[in-house]
């Protein structure tokens, strides 16, 4: 698929004579690799247009192709003169050089982003692969994990993950143990690493992420063994119905019903959709505004997760490639 000839085809459709695309994440969708830090991408006619700063224009000129080209930018009000297809995210001090009968583009790129060709998909891949090797990392130390600090072992992790290829990581690294893993966001400290210890990770490569979670039981009571492995069967019980035409709502209540009597304490969404951004659609639950059904191409985590307030708490996370008959696991670490 070609998205430039999709979008342009699309604005076409809408009338929409110029559009202009200032998320970061956007313009790497279209380029589909990391774009410079100031770039603004513009859609006249049949092409797409990336302007940059002068000192970046040499760099970018290596992204231009057949109905992409690079120009340098000078002014606000060239970018915006005409244009009348925005982003609802545009900063408001940008409106005034915008036309009054403008459109907002952002719900068709979203449509576009839920699917990925087969370029995005090795991107996602080459991204969960990295994270995979920042668990085999954990897996590989984990004898010594009881002398390390959340801090230390989160620096770590993100060091494995860039000198394996990663950009950035793709959100805030999640490194917490004990009681700290009731709270499924929670942040790492200079605690020492004790009981049970909860990992939530992802890699970015040429803009594109990942995402995984694995729960390490250190000094598990039976209750903590007990939770885990209801999490884990939850996950595999999950795996069964994945597959194009499954609506998103169904997989999320196949797993809090599994869970019986725990279902109560899974206080988040079973999944989302990941690309550019590490949250993106579709969202994977039971009260989500709209009940998406899973398509071919779509790629999404499947995260179960269970929480016990002031004890302990498990989640398991994987990343999926949606087929039409199943799905292809693109993270691959042991748990």
């Given at each position: 698929m070609d998205k430039i000839k999709v979008f342009v085809e699309y604005l076409h459709e809408n009338e929409i004579?110029?559009?202009?695309?200032?998320?970061?994440?956007?313009?790497?969708?279209?380029?589909?690799?990391?774009p410079p830090n100031f770039s603004v991408l513009v859609f006249e006619g049949e092409e797409g247009i990336l302007y940059v700063p002068k000192l970046d224009y040499e760099m970018a000129k290596k992204y231009e192709k057949d109905n992409l080209r690079v120009e340098i930018f000078e002014k606000w009000e060239d970018i915006f003169e005409g244009?009348?297809?925005?982003?609802?995210?545009?900063?408001?001090?940008?409106?005034?050089h915008i036309s009054k009968d403008y459109k907002i583009i952002?719900?068709?790129?979203?449509?576009?982003?839920?699917?990925?060709?087969?370029?995005?998909?090795?991107?996602?891949?080459?991204?969960?692969?990295?994270?995979?090797?920042?668990?085999?990392?954990?897996?590989?130390n984990l004898e010594n994990i009881g002398n390390k600090t959340e801090n230390e072992l989160a620096a770590e992790i993100e060091y494995v993950m860039k000198k394996?290829?990663?950009i950035r990581p793709s959100f805030d690294t999640i490194v917490i143990s004990d009681k700290k893993t009731s709270y499924?966001?929670?942040?790492?400290?200079?605690?020492?690493?004790?009981?049970?210890?909860?990992?939530?990770i992802g890699a970015v490569y040429e803009?594109?992420?990942?995402?995984?979670?694995?729960?390490?039981?250190?000094?598990?009571?039976?209750?903590?063994?007990?939770?885990?492995d209801i999490v884990s069967n939850a996950k595999k019980e999950v795996e069964k119905h994945l597959k194009e035409g499954v609506s998103a709502k169904e997989l999320d209540e196949i797993a809090r019903e599994f869970m019986g009597e725990y279902k109560e304490y899974f206080i988040h969404s079973l999944g989302h959709g990941v690309g550019v951004e590490v949250h993106e659609s579709p969202t994977l639950s039971?009260?989500?505004?709209?009940?998406?059904?899973?398509?071919?191409?779509?790629?999404?985590?499947?995260e179960p997760g269970i929480y016990l307030k002031d004890e302990f708490g498990v989640r398991i996370e994987d990343l999926y490639l949606v087929k039409k008959n199943g799905f292809k696991k693109l993270s691959n670490a042991k748990y």
């Open positions: 004579k110029k559009a202009v695309i200032l998320k970061k994440e956007n313009i790497n969708y279209f380029l589909e690799r990391y244009c009348d297809g925005i982003e609802e995210t545009l900063p408001i001090k940008f409106l005034k952002s719900d068709k790129i979203k449509e576009m982003r839920m699917i990925k060709n087969k370029s995005e998909i090795k991107l996602i891949k080459n991204a969960a692969e990295i994270s995979d090797k920042a668990v085999k990392y954990i897996m590989e394996n290829g990663s499924p966001h929670e942040l790492p400290s200079n605690e020492i690493i004790k009981n049970i210890l909860l990992v939530d803009g594109y992420c990942s995402d995984i979670t694995r729960t390490f039981l250190l000094n598990p009571s039976k209750k903590m063994e007990e939770v885990y039971i009260k989500a505004k709209e009940d998406v059904v899973l398509k071919e191409g779509m790629v999404l985590t499947i």
